[in-house]
């Protein structure tokens, strides 16, 4: 059984995320989405909301767990028994980044496979940064995210 790893803030989950979950899930045997529970950054939504929100978004996929955890995620992903952990890539700016990360990751963890999905065309530019900034400024926002994240979105944001 292969397990994968689909770690993140996810704050909130945008369709896009939704979307490389739901691509992954199909790949493997097991679909885990980490919902990182304390990054080093501000987020808008606590872990429990996050870890709902993205259960919301992917109920109809049988093999999908969403769960939140902490520490390194590359020792998060070896705890669970996951052999592989999937990124999602929208712009050559990501790749840089997802590079770095993944050879940190494998002189970390050397066993673990990092495996990347190119985001689709109608969310190559989507961010959760992005979309909560054009929310807050009243943008419309329902194409990008399920219905239930932009209901608690715009909530959240009082708007």
Do not use: W
Not at 23 to 41: E, M, W
Request: net charge neutral; charged share 25%; proline share 5%.
């Amino acid at each position: 059984m292969t397990i994968a790893l689909y770690p993140g803030t996810f704050d909130p989950v945008t369709n896009g995320h939704a979307d490389i979950a739901t691509r992954a899930a199909s790949l493997f045997d097991q679909l885990i989405v980490g919902v990182y529970d304390a990054p080093p950054k501000k987020l808008l939504f606590d872990t429990k909301d996050r870890v709902l929100l993205f259960s919301e978004a992917v109920k109809r996929v049988p093999n999908i767990k969403v769960v939140p955890y902490k520490g390194l995620t590359v020792h998060y992903a070896r705890e669970i028994g996951a052999q592989v952990m999937v990124r999602g890539l929208r712009a050559s700016s990501d790749f840089e980044f997802e590079f770095e990360m993944a050879m940190m990751n494998r002189k970390l963890v050397p066993e673990i496979e990092v495996v990347s999905l190119m985001t689709r065309l109608e969310y190559q530019f989507l961010s959760s940064s992005l979309l909560k900034e054009v929310c807050t400024l009243g943008g419309d926002i329902h194409n990008l995210v399920p219905h239930h994240v932009e209901t608690a979105l715009k909530a959240k944001l009082k708007v």
